[in-house]
């Protein structure tokens, strides 16, 4: 796992954060009065129900992700063989692989 990736389940998280039901109450008639006078705020306090519930997806969406790709780098972290990890073997000793 790189940095990249890392960055990118961090966006996704503060994605998911910011479209979660919790917040979008507060976010959308946020964004409604920036756009007054607009098509864009018009069509949105039109479709409230499919704003509420295209931004609870997104959010959900997102979660998803966010996991996916935070647990994929906690669980990819790379393994270094160390010459102290190398047994030594004396001659004549069976060896027992498992």
């Excluded at 919790?22 to 959308?28: D, E, F, K, Q, R």
């Excluded at 270094?80 to 990890?85: A, Y």
């Amino acid at each position: 796992m790189n940095k990249n990736e890392r960055l990118r389940g961090m966006v996704m998280f503060v994605i998911a954060c910011f479209t979660s039901p919790c917040c979008t109450p507060l976010i959308v008639p946020l964004v409604i009065t920036l756009l007054a006078g607009t098509p864009a705020a018009l069509w949105i306090s039109q479709y409230f129900g499919w704003v509420y519930g295209g931004l609870t997806l997104i959010s959900i969406v997102s979660f998803m992700l966010a996991l996916r790709w935070m647990r994929q780098h906690a669980t990819a972290r790379p393994s270094t063989i160390r010459s102290s990890d190398i047994p030594v073997l004396s001659t004549g000793e069976k060896v027992h692989v498992e």
